[in-house]
């Protein structure tokens, strides 16, 4: 029997496909009592950002002996994802965001910063760690251009103390330790309230061994359901329910559209984060010199530079965060090899701990 001619219009059936998983999406979004999202380098690849291990990602490249080229990471701006994610904050439907992403994308795009949790830093933000409570400098430029892993310190100074400013990055091998912008605390608790997970553009081969955020403590059937939008395949492919495999921009556009979402339009003057940090200098003069500017309080007002910042002696320069651990001495597979497993378990269980700790203390307080 002859087969019936598609009719014109008539979408393929991969597409129907597609199209019935990010509906699970939408329906997640709809009905989820706690959503929280967990980006990665994939959201932030419309910005003209390259990821990591996508087919032409910083890793995959290194791998295959090709040259890695420096990416000016201060002239991208908030990609679509990165604005629907704060409309959905806006509208209730996401409670909180985790990002391994330290580009500040999500802080310019106008997510407040209590309600995200950039786990491996923030390239705009360095800190004081010798004051008490550690005093937060905010910048409209990168600021580990000095910097290297192991070696944190900017080679400027606080205005308060004097001592040496640091940055706030967490390269392979490392464990942070800094309440802000780190905010474990928060990406703990959402963690365990947690009725769904979305991930968006992450392969999640560094996120997957904190095993809290994946609630691991809880029965299987008291866990969270994930959903996965991410054109590689990513380690807990086997957990979620679906994985979408398509760019966090086109999928995330539909759900603006489904979701008939108010969806915020990125301007530099409405930069939640360059306008609480102290105008940028010209040159090279921003990696040795700059004003201070704290975290922005509560009033959301642009808090008053403070002066310029004495600059230490040591004027190495060993360029941005972004190609930190791929140079032609520490390959990549190294970088996230046994040291960064070892690393990884460590902080997973002192963060199991943690949360253990926090939730008794909450079912303490409810029962007094």
Known sequence: MASQPKAEGDPEPESLAAQEDVQILIDALRSGSHVVVYTGAGISTAADIPDYRGPNGVYTRMAKGLTVSPCELTAATPTLSHMVLVALLNAGRVQHIVSQNCDGLHRRSGVPQDRLSEIHGNMYIEVCDSCSPPVEYVRDFDVTGRTARHRHVTDRACTACSASLRDTIILPGESGKLAWPLNWTAAL?????????????????????????????????????????????????????????????????????????????????????????????????????????????????????????????????????????????????????????KSTQQESSRLSESVERTVAEKAANSNS
């Not at 991930?199 to 081969?205: A, E, P, T």
């Not at 004495?310 to 930190?324: E, F, H, I, Q």
């Open 189 to 341: 608790d959402h963690a365990a309230r947690a009725s769904h997970i979305i991930v968006l553009g992450s392969s999640l081969k560094v996120l997957r061994h904190y095993k809290t955020l994946w609630c691991m403590n809880r029965v299987k059937s008291k866990r969270p359901s994930i959903i996965i939008v991410n054109l590689e395949r990513t380690s807990k492919d086997t957990q979620a329910v679906v994985r979408i495999p398509r760019s966090c921009d086109d999928v995330m556009q539909q759900v603006a559209v489904q979701l008939g979402l108010d969806v915020p339009v990125y301007t530099r003057e409405s930069d939640s984060l360059f306008r609480t940090a102290a105008d940028s200098l010209t040159g090279e003069v921003q990696d040795t010199t700059a004003t201070a500017n704290v975290r922005e309080d509560d009033s959301k007002e642009k808090i008053k530079a403070v002066g310029p910042v004495p600059v230490a002696k040591s004027s190495r320069k060993t360029g941005s965060w972004y190609l930190r651990g791929v140079n032609r001495k520490t390959r990549p597979t190294r970088a996230f090899g046994k040291r960064r497993r």
